[in-house]
């Protein structure tokens, strides 16, 4: 193919955020190209005289011949919205999860600026403007005015197509620019002035003092110290309340105080007004919070700010990788094994995987901190990729919380039948005994609702819901059957629909379990914490709000009790039941509720008194649990990476999924066809698994199956996915096929 060559920067080349993805190059009309930069957002033509908006990816040399080039129309913003940096991690993310080009950059903005132009503006406090002056048209119209001073023409050019500017920006167009912007004042064609700037509201004080820290903490810190300026990942290894954010504080100071910023990661739930306060109060101002509990202008003032340098440290959910925080030292993601890094719906990717990408690119430390790292992490760590540091004891050296596992199966077979709540006998002694003491409780339960199930007594017909392949929930006090997949809801009928007879509910939800403390203790306090009874963040902050000022006696609730709070009132925290992540099919199942259980048990005993744990299983002999039980780590740990490693799973393989929907005939053909399509492709190095219908077979009348393959190595998943790409983009039966690399869900 003959190619035409271009000086550079006249060609661009831009990732369109359009229903047609897809990098295109255009052409930059002389007048805009002092203002094109890399991750810029432009105006494009786009298909018959569309207008699209897209991203500036690159600057090819040349373009292929044949094709027709457009013009960009118009450059969007005074100011890339995303930095160079940015703009290479997101193009490496799109490569490596197999996401479509530009799909990656539209989800890493905040959710405002998508839609808006012109706000990216680097308008720094005391903003220095230049404006070409009144002689400027008549210098520019003018061939022999400025014609030994090209520097100074493409800037007086630069101002006359743009108008008044920051001089940042002009700094970003014409890095060697100074001189003759100076030039061009002194002459009299460009104005210089500064304007004052509007007062940002109070100023929070950076105050709240660091205390002294631990050994294990200091000798940890003089680790981190000595990686500064220099790629080099970490794994915390530490029990909850051992002070590891006690050690992000400091670390991070430290980079503050080298003029470099810092990113921190935490999980989705996490980031309640407790941990987002500790960074608050020890920097103040300089921290830019982001998360999916701020309204879509908070998230956009708050981007701006780190974008234009007002704020250094971003402290935010998974999609905080892609913070716009400038001159990075040091990435920390709390919590590493959360599952909630990685991202199910939408472009999927995986927040800590990427932040290794990034650290590296950005020569930052990275610290991976966890009470329970994830095998991928400790795996890297056993072999010399990260440096373990580790902090073995609870600051204090208050003890772990005891932990006692109620055997339900044993309790079943010994005639006790129906346990209101499913609160076995030790557990209710043992709240009953925490109230007395006017101390408080936490009881977890990973599933929501009254019932998770119901069923006709005569003709044996369960609940389910006629769009997904899963039972119903019974929600007891709306008076609904609730589909947890698709949210179709029904009046709940005491009748089966089908038969006439009575129906009744297994399966315990939070509802009945919050129903059963209410009856047993009528003078406790209780609330619960799910998402049937809080929708947003403010609500989540002020339930736990009351249960710090131990307003409230007992808390119940899914997930959301059990993360990062420091309740030092709580000295008994109860299971409900321990084994709901057991029997999900996923092959980090087991791992997952090592995780849960040693989460939640670390809420108990966080103060004076110390504290108990009470984990009620039906399988008391499972590693996972029992080793949980007795806070053992490293045996879970050990045993369970052998067994990956007999099986063949990650972190000693790497996979990828195809995930398909569509009609029941379009689904199955279209997993047929890429099976078909793969074969070939699979040499002696991948293992291919299915294709199968899904865990969960359908949802929201959408048939879905999947596939799985297998390798040592990305690279070969890499050479099956290319052969995919003709099935992939043409489905039979007009079905959809996702891809997904390092896939979490195997429902
Ligand atoms: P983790 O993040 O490992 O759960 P934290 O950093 O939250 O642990 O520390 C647990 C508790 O101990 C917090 O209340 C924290 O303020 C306190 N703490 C941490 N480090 C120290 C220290 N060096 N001296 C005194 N208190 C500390
Ligand atoms: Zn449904």
């Not at 700010?305 to 001159?327: E, K, M, N, T």
């Amino acid at each position: 193919m003959a190619l035409r060559c271009y000086t550079p920067r006249v060609l661009v080349e831009v990732a369109v955020a359009a229903a047609v993805r897809g990098r295109f190059t255009y052409r930059v009309p002389s007048a805009l190209a002092p203002g094109v930069s890399l991750g810029q957002r432009v105006a494009v033509p786009f298909g018959k005289s569309r207008r699209a908006t897209g991203y500036v990816v690159g600057f090819p040399a040349s373009a292929p011949d044949g094709i027709e080039l457009r013009d960009v129309v118009e450059v969007l913003d005074p100011f890339p919205p995303f930095t160079p940096e940015l703009v290479e991690l997101l193009r490496w993310a799109e490569e490596y999860y197999l996401v479509p080009p530009g799909e990656l950059l539209r989800a890493a903005l905040p959710p405002g600026l998508n839609a808006r132009r012109g706000e990216a503006g680097p308008a720094r406090r005391g903003v220095e403007y230049a404006a070409p002056a009144e002689a400027a048209a008549g210098a520019a119209a003018d061939p022999k005015a400025l014609a030994r001073a090209p520097a100074q023409r493409a800037v007086l050019e630069y101002l006359l197509a743009r108008g008044r500017i920051p001089v940042e920006e002009l700094r970003a167009a014409f890095p060697k620019g100074r001189p003759a912007v100076a030039a061009l004042a002194r002459r009299g064609l460009v104005r210089l002035e500064t304007e004052t700037p509007v007062a940002r509201g109070a100023l929070l004080p950076a105050s709240a003092a660091a205390p002294v820290l631990t050994p294990a903490q200091a000798a940890a810190l003089v680790e981190l110290d000595a990686a500064a300026g220099t790629f080099q990942p970490f794994l915390l290894h530490g029990v909850t309340g051992s002070g590891k954010t006690e050690v992000y504080l400091q670390a991070i100071a430290r980079a503050r105080g080298a003029g470099k910023g810092a990113l921190v990661l935490v999980p989705e739930i996490a980031l309640t007004p407790q941990l987002a306060g500790r960074f608050r109060a020890r920097f103040g101002d300089d921290v830019a919070l982001m998360h999916s509990g701020l309204s879509d202008a908070e998230r956009h003032a708050e981007w701006l700010r780190l974008r234009r340098g007002d704020a250094r440290i971003c402290v935010g959910v998974r999609s905080a990788i892609f913070a716009p925080v400038q001159d990075l030292a040091i990435i920390v993601v709390d919590e590493e094994h959360d599952p909630s890094f990685k991202q199910e719906d939408g472009p999927p990717y995986h927040a800590r995987d990427l932040a290794v990408v990034r650290a590296k690119r950005e020569d930052a430390v990275l610290v991976l901190g966890s009470a329970t790292p994830s095998l991928e992490t400790l795996e890297n760590a056993r072999a010399g990729r990260y440096r373990k540091l580790e902090l073995p004891a609870r600051v204090d050296d208050r003890p772990l919380p005891e932990v006692e596992l109620v055997d339900l199966g044993r309790l079943r077979r010994g005639g006790v039948a129906k346990l209101p709540g499913l609160l076995a006998p030790q557990l209710s002694e043992a709240i009953a005994r925490t109230l007395e003491a006017s101390q408080q409780v936490i009881l977890f339960l990973n599933r929501r609702g009254y019932e998770t199930l119901v069923v006709c007594e005569v003709c044996g017909a369960e609940a389910q819901c006629t769009e997904c392949a899963v039972s119903l929930t019974h929600h007891a006090r709306r008076g609904i059957l609730l589909c947890h997949y698709c949210g179709r809801t029904e009046r709940m009928d005491a009748r089966c629909p089908a038969c006439g007879g009575v129906r009744y509910g297994v399966g315990v939800g939070t509802e009945q379990v919050e129903a059963a403390v209410r009856e047993l203790f009528p003078a406790a306090r209780v609330a619960r914490l799910d998402r049937d009874v809080v929708t947003s963040a403010d609500d989540t902050a002020a339930v736990l709000a009351r249960f710090a000022r131990r307003e409230l006696d007992v808390l119940v609730g899914t997930q959301m009790v059990t993360k990062g709070h420091d309740f030092p009132g709580v000295t008994l925290v109860g299971v409900v039941l321990a084994d709901t992540a057991l029997a999900l099919p996923d092959f980090r199942a087991a791992e997952r509720t090592f995780q849960l259980l040693t989460q939640v048990a670390g809420r108990a005993g966080r103060g004076a008194e110390g504290g108990r744990v009470v984990v009620q299983t039906f399988n008391p002999r499972t590693p996972a649990i029992a080793l949980a039980a007795r806070h053992d780590y490293a045996a879970f740990a050990a045993g369970e990476l052998d067994r990956r490693r007999t099986v063949g799973y990650p972190p000693f393989t790497r996979m990828m999924a195809a995930r398909v929907e569509g009609s029941e005939d379009g689904a199955r053909r279209s997993a047929e066809a890429l099976a078909h399509a793969a074969r070939p492709a699979l040499g002696g190095e991948v293992a291919m698994l299915g294709p199968a219908p899904a865990a969960i077979e359908r949802i929201r009348g959408r048939h879905r199956w999947h596939l799985l393959f297998r390798a040592d190595g990305p690279k070969a998943l890499f050479r099956v996915h290319a052969a995919l790409a003709r099935v992939a983009v043409r489905p039979p039966g007009g079905a959809a096929i996702r891809f997904d690399m390092d896939p979490y869900s195997m429902m």
